[in-house]
């Protein structure tokens, strides 16, 4: 029967989502961590640390590039539905740690960047499962902030 949702693939997917989001968000801080050290070793030469900033919001933003030209390949959606997951919540969690003084711009900038990623997901006709990866950003960001 065409349309028929296959419940027990529609779960494994969630799953292998869940685990696969997990594991990419403890590679990208694991490489988050080694650029930092690597910067911190030549560009803290007066240790300010003025590095740091731009370093993580452009990494976030460098992921978040790398997803998109991922979701124009043909790789399994689960994997593409995680990478998003840990693409926009280290994006969001770089963002909540710049603005910690301004609560407000970092919400608006998340806010934003998040609707964008559903509106985008819509527009797309992805799989529902899609939907999932920036709840799972946002629990990330929750977590860690």
């Not at 349309?3 to 801080?29: H, P, Q, R, W």
């Not at 961590?33 to 803290?44: D, V």
């Not at 978040?64 to 539905?81: D, H, I, N, Q, S």
């Not at 608006?108 to 950003?137: C, M, Q």
Request: net charge positive; charged share 15%.
């Amino acid at each position: 029967m065409a349309g028929k949702l296959d419940v027990k693939k529609e779960i494994l997917n969630v799953l292998v989502v869940a685990g696969t989001s997990l594991m990419f968000f403890a590679l990208a801080f694991a490489l988050y961590f080694g650029l930092f050290a690597a910067f911190e070793s030549f560009a803290n030469r007066d240790g300010s640390y003025r590095f740091v900033g731009p370093l993580r919001v452009g990494y976030g933003l460098v992921l978040c590039g790398l997803c998109v030209m991922l979701y124009r390949t043909r790789a399994p959606e689960p994997f593409k539905v995680a990478a998003l997951a840990a693409a926009l919540g280290t994006l969001w969690i770089s963002l909540g740690v710049q603005f910690h003084e301004r609560p407000r711009v970092f919400l608006v900038l998340a806010f934003a960047s998040g609707l964008g990623a559903v509106a985008v997901l819509a527009r797309s006709r992805r799989r529902w499962y899609h939907f999932l990866a920036p709840a799972l950003a946002a629990a990330a960001a929750v977590a860690y902030l």
